[in-house]
């Protein structure tokens, strides 16, 4: 079964989030520039994906506070999600949780461990490494949520219902954690840089790669809620992938 799923990119330039995403991502691809308030008109999608962003989902923005509102319905109307960094900030704020900023900046590759029961990572060792990057924090999750992943800096994956979100960059490659990181030097110091840029090795990647397998977990996921009676049956409509300007940002 092919899926259709809505790719909200909330990323502000680049083209490493697009590339990142349908790399991982075993499904048709349906990409929406949400910075541009480039949002879906309807809801017959199988899935939708929030990606990272560098904003922060307090911010008065506009896009933001569109977004939001769509992310709302569509959970209403039980269109399953993944949100990653921002999304799975704006998914916590969206479903009345609270999203604070950090005392300290996570960023490079670190260990988070969950708890084993979550299906969107089954088959991943309970402690295990991935990519961070991050100064806002999931602090409080939305009524009815549960967490499932966790490190020392806090929350990292959450699931809702049919909703699952993780802190964590689970799609990033090594050009892309280089990009990221080399990013941040009008917020972190030159020391603190290098010591994330010398981190990112293949080594580090390939124990990183074990986290990819939560896309296969959710795909699958999503196959198999789409043929339960009276879930994923909306009819489908014709909608054309918009807007070229996505980053992989935070």
Known sequence: MSLRIALLNAAHDGSDNRRNFR?????DLVEYDVTERELPEAFAFDACVVTG??????WEEPWIADLEAWVRDAVERDVAFLGVCFGHQLLAHALGGTVEPMDDYEIGYRTVEHDGDSPLLAGVDEEFTVFTTHSDR??????????????????HGFRAGDVFAVQFHPEYDTRTARDVTK??????????????????????YRAACEAKRLFENFT??????????????APAVDETAAGEGAAADD
């Not at 602090?139 to 806090?154: H, Q, V």
């Open 23 to 27: 790399r991982e991502l075993d499904a």
């Open 53 to 58: 962003s560098r904003a922060s989902v307090y």
């Open 138 to 155: 999931v602090a409080e999750l939305p009524p009815g949520a549960e967490r499932f992943a966790e490190n020392d800096y806090g929350v």
């Open 183 to 204: 990013s941040k030097d009008d917020q972190l110091p030159e020391e603190r840089i290098d010591d994330v840029l010398a981190g990112v090795t293949e080594e580090n």
């Open 220 to 233: 699958e996921y999503v196959r198999d809620r789409s043929v339960e009676p009276g879930v994923g049956d």
